[in-house]
């Protein structure tokens, strides 16, 4: 399990304990917060990665799948430090790959008990739209945080994009890789904390930028 | 010569200084102590005979010398902040890589004492 954590030190302790009650290797990726979240990681049993510089979401996520892959993980998961996603969602996606049913599990908030936030949801489903087009994968959630993938597909689809443009990065790694993905029930808990934390509305304009320039200058 | 002569020459002539003497010392590619003295050293000839933008333009079809002078501005400075933009993406990039290593490193130190 891989889990971003940038000034999210409310927060980390808890979602860490949670995984770790579930799963044995949990890597928690310090994106050189400025609160107290380093020391919030240090408390708990999961491995502490720490960025000495901020390098966003993206960046932080490949640096735990390194760690991770270097010690022979077989799955890697991707997991939400400000508590959003439920634990039990990320372990039956993870039995879907182990089992082999898929070689990347995406969640998909739609087909959750999330509540998501009307404005949310349009964005989401532009997104979601635009990837048919340029990708021509058809998903319906292509920004959650939840994923799980195979050791072979963590190393195909190596993040280029620091910040928070990897999510449509992975989008067209996935479809170019041709490996078989399968989307999952994920319930969002969207609450204050999360919202006030989360990407406000007026940033998917900017990761649509990066994407773009991700995509013409690889 | 006008005031305003006088001020653009002697701005241009620092500017040739300061070109030549970054090269000699190696703080510039030799490449873009040229463009910066040529483009310099040209700058100076049109500000003297400001008349000669204007049959420029007019021998390259435009209108005034004065847009002549803006266009190529508008592509140098265009020019300039792609090509600024690109090597920031390549500091960063590289800082990104570096900043993952020096994270694993550490978690490396971290870990061997514990877990021989």
């Given at each position: ?121 349009a964005l989401i489903r532009l997104a979601a739209l ?11 959630d292509v920004h959650n945080g939840l994923r799980v ?70 | ?116």
């Amino acid at each position: 399990m891989v889990v971003p954590v940038f000034n999210e030190c409310a927060a980390v302790g808890k979602v860490l304990d949670a995984l770790r009650s579930r799963f044995r290797n949990v890597v928690a990726v310090d994106d050189g917060s400025s609160d107290a979240s380093w020391d919030a990681i240090r408390k708990t049993a999961a491995h502490a990665l720490r960025h000495a510089v901020n390098r966003g979401q993206g960046a932080a996520l490949q640096t735990g799948t390194d760690f991770a892959l270097a010690r022979g993980a077989r799955r890697i998961a991707h997991f939400d430090a400000d508590g959003q996603h439920r634990v039990d969602d990320l372990v039956a996606m993870a039995l879907a790959v182990a089992k082999g049913d898929c070689d990347i599990a995406l969640g998909d908030r739609f087909a959750g008990n999330s509540r998501i936030p009307p404005m949310r949801a349009a964005l989401i489903r532009l997104a979601a739209l635009m990837h048919r087009v340029t990708s021509g994968i058809g998903l319906n959630d292509v920004h959650n945080g939840l994923r799980v993938l195979t050791d072979e597909a963590a190393r195909r689809c190596e993040l280029r994009s620091d910040r928070m443009a990897h999510a449509s990065e992975l989008i067209d790694l996935i479809a170019r890789s041709g490996m078989r993905v399968k989307q999952f029930p994920t319930t969002i808990e969207y609450t204050a904390y999360s919202m006030a934390k989360g990407q406000r509305a007026s940033a998917s304009a900017r990761i649509l930028l990066h994407y773009a320039v991700g995509r013409v200058f690889r | 010569m006008s005031v305003f002569q006088v001020v653009l020459l002697a701005a241009l002539v620092a500017t040739v200084v300061l070109g030549l003497v970054m090269a000699s010392r190696g703080a510039l590619p030799k490449i873009l102590a040229g463009l910066l003295v040529g483009g310099a050293c040209l700058g100076a000839v049109f500000v003297v005979e400001p008349d000669w933008t204007t049959q420029l333009a007019r021998f390259l079809g435009i209108g005034r010398g004065a847009d002549l002078v803006l266009y190529v501005l508008v592509l140098g400075t265009s020019w300039g902040f792609l090509s600024m933009y690109m090597r920031v993406r390549a500091v960063r990039r590289d800082m990104t890589l570096l900043v993952r290593r020096m994270a694993l490193d550490e978690a490396e130190r971290d870990q061997t004492p514990r877990r021989p």
